[in-house]
């Protein structure tokens, strides 16, 4: 029992890490821009399949610098020359915008590395078990994905909150006529914001992509529970969005774990019961029922907390 809540515990602290470096994206072009980004997982998945690309000609290290680079400076264009172009027609154009992108970068990827999953290795220098643990070997590469997680929320945070950049990005967002007249270009800073938002989305592609299956449904699997998180931890908000994803990483993993159901604990129906629609759900295991967990969580937020863990309610 020791062990699975130790290995658990590790597994969920990493993954949701990984959701974090997703959602710390997001979360950040919703905070300054105001857009709910529908393809910003597409661009998770094009930081993996550039990051595979540029390792096999390169090597791993160049392609974790490159591909952000590169995932940033096409979500920098789709800002500057679409999203901007439909900004003037309010959200639901920017959300319907947003939603055929995503398709449309799915069907590229299809096109170029086709259907089939691509063959994007650990690179050697990592590929060891870091530690052991109750005869379990941890693999360093999933500390390595952790510690950059972590380096990425402690410097969005000091940019955010402690800098004169952060400053001038939070208030292009509320008073853009001022900080203009101040001489900043808005344009460019809504742009730039944009851009770094994918590019941290690439940077989880490019980590996961050689511990995860790199294929072209990986924007599909991830997308959905994303937006869990960012309105698990509240919209806009950095810390929720960090909370937000350590719990949902948490909760889906030990629930993965678990095979625990009514009928183990409270023992078998009675016989008038046996054969109705309760005898499913009196079986089903808390493992077969981890996928929709998170959603319960979401539903259970709205219900009671509609601004998130760590959001703020608009007046």
Known sequence: MLELIVISTLNGVLFGMLLFLMASGLTVIFSMLGVLNFAHASFYMLGAFFGFQLSRWFGFWPALLVAPLLAGGLGAAVERFGLRQVHRNGHVAELLFTFGLAFVIE????????????DFRIPSVLDFPAFTIFS???PAYKMFMLLVSIAIFVGLLLVLKKSRVGLIVQAALTHP????????????????????????AAVAGVIAGPALVTQSNMAALLGPILFVVVVVGG????????????????????????????EGAFGPLSPTYAQSWLADIWSVTIAQIAPIMPYMLLVLILIFRPMGLLGTRET
């Open 107 to 118: 069907e590229l990827v299809q096109i170029i590395w086709g259907k089939s999953p691509v």
């Open 136 to 138: 379990t070997n941890y």
């Open 177 to 200: 006529h001022m900080v203009g007249h101040l001489g900043h270009n808005v344009g460019r800073i809504f742009m730039l914001v944009f851009g770094v938002g994918t590019a941290l």
């Open 235 to 262: 919209l806009g908000s950095l810390p929720g969005a960090f909370i937000g994803s350590l719990l949902i990483g948490l909760v889906q993993t030990f629930a993965v774990s678990m095979n625990g159901s009514l």
